[in-house]
């Protein structure tokens, strides 16, 4: 007889990479069929005509990658690796687009009016690409981020900013590749080659119009109302909703989050982990102002708001990491370690209703069942918050409740952040020279994470697992 199947927490994710598997296989049967069409004469004009299909291949399976579903995540390695695929899509994409002209000796061939339209959507690409790609180099060359306005913009661009431009690079590529069609002899005289060609086209277009506009409207989420409202800090608000109808919540997994859309976001539906336990009625996430959206939910959101929630998305899961654990976490950071702690407080209470017993004894067994469910030893936190914190209460609370947590919670407004050398020697029971089978989970801005990932890797911590909401 099988026990019965948590509410709390599910079984963890599994992810593949039959998505980049399948797609390399595509390219490869792309390559054969262009090359075994287009003359050997004119190799070079040959290459350059496949280097525009490469292009416009790559920036289709960008869009493609770019809408949020958990099936899509699961087929490209998790959310992550999804992420930062869709970034080197676009940008191997653009420089082959750059190239494609030159190499195949139609730079300017077409009708004038659409080579000035091509110069002009080839630099927004460019613009875009470069935008995404600071995006990533910020956190690694931090002088960036004291770039002057209006470079700032696109240096260091805010997220409203990013967003603009990325809901309009189709608009440029749908342009850039209708120039592609009339420019490229190939693709005129050979049906079969404008047929493929025009159905990446379509492919692409029709996965970025669904990304960036339709599937905000297209609603596959749950309709919710806003039943509470609680300050965490000046920047911060932590709001709970319940189902406006009789549905029950759609079961994710803690650390997961979600996409949340209400009335004047106007860039479509925003990403806030969910700190609430799975299996609850109630869902709550976390929102700190960093935008236009987000300042407009923190100012607007009151009790009675309807809002439409899509998801649960995200493959963060602490049971990858060892029963010896340190978790660090900076600025909204906190929030996946939040969901996890509640969690395990809800699947211990879950174990205690399942006993049909309520007692101090049964507490004890429930809740070494559940650390020895999740493979926990010992864990001690690292929570650096810039002037007044959130959780912070919250969290001594989960510390005087679990006898294998411990929290450090250290204030950057009065020093810096300790190093990864300085977290290791500082905490309880760890040699800085013997660190195997120590695990580390890391949530928080990218610098910091960047930082102390190289650091603790060098260290010997080994997993090392992060949440850096990289949804940019």
């Avoid at 900013?161 to 749908?174: A, P, S, Y």
């Avoid at 693709?187 to 079969?192: G, V």
């Avoid at 086209?201 to 669904?210: E, M």
Wanted: charged share 20%; with cysteine; hydrophobic share 45%.
């Amino acid at each position: 007889m099988t026990s019965p199947e948590s509410r709390v927490l599910s079984a963890p994710i599994r992810s593949t990479l039959i998505g980049p598997i399948v797609a390399g296989a595509v390219w490869i049967l792309l390559a054969v069929f262009w090359f075994s069409r287009t003359s050997w004469e004119t190799a070079s004009t040959s290459f350059g005509g496949f280097l525009g299909l490469t292009a416009l291949y790559l920036f289709s399976l960008g869009f493609y990658l770019n809408i949020d579903s958990a099936g899509i995540d699961a087929r490209w390695g998790g959310m992550h690796h999804r992420h930062n695929i869709h970034k080197w899509l676009g940008l191997v994409g653009f420089i082959f687009a750059l190239l494609s002209p030159s190499l195949s000796g139609s730079t300017l061939a077409g009708p004038r009016a659409m080579n000035v339209v091509a110069i002009v959507a080839l630099v927004l690409i460019g613009l875009t690409v470069l935008i995404t790609l600071f995006t990533q180099l910020v956190p690694i060359w931090p002088v960036l981020r004291t770039v002057p306005f209006p470079l700032s913009w696109f240096v260091n661009p805010p997220y409203d900013v990013w967003r603009v431009f990325q809901d309009l690079l189709g608009v440029w590529v749908t342009l850039l590749f209708a120039h592609a069609y009339l420019a490229c002899p190939p693709l005129r005289q050979d049906p079969l080659l404008a047929t493929v060609f025009s159905l990446l086209v379509v492919f692409g277009v029709c996965c970025w119009i669904y990304a960036s506009f339709l599937q905000r409207f297209v609603f596959k989420g749950q309709r919710m109302v806003v039943t509470g409202v609680r300050s965490l800090a000046s920047k911060t608000v932590e709001i709970t909703m319940e189902p406006s109808d009789d549905k029950p919540l759609h079961k994710g997994r803690p650390g997961q989050y979600v996409a949340l859309s209400a009335p004047g976001v106007v860039n479509g539906p925003h990403p806030f982990t969910e700190v609430s336990a799975p299996g609850r009625d109630v869902m709550q996430v976390a929102i700190k102002v960093s935008g236009i959206d987000t300042r407009v939910l923190r100012e607007k959101v009151g009790v009675g708001m309807e809002v439409k929630v899509r998801g649960p998305y995200g493959d963060l899961d602490l049971r990858r990491a060892t029963p010896r654990q340190v978790w660090i976490a900076a600025g909204i950071g906190i929030t996946p370690f939040v969901a996890w702690l509640r969690a395990i407080d809800e699947l211990i209470n879950e174990k205690i209703r399942r006993s049909g017993v309520s007692s101090s004894k049964i507490r004890k067994v429930a809740s070494q069942e559940v650390i020895d469910q999740l493979g926990l030893d010992t864990v001690d936190m690292w929570f650096f918050h810039h002037g007044e914190p959130a959780y912070a209460e919250e969290l001594y609370y989960w510390e005087d409740r679990f006898s294998w947590l411990e929290v450090h919670i250290r204030d950057t407004t009065e020093s810096e952040r300790q190093s990864a050398a300085e977290i290791i020697a500082e905490t309880p029971g760890l040699d800085i020279d013997h660190l195997d089978g120590v695990s580390a989970v890391i949530c928080g801005p990218k610098t910091m994470m960047r930082r102390y990932s190289r650091d603790l890797r060098s260290l010997g911590v080994h997993p090392i697992i992060r949440e850096d909401f990289s949804f940019r």
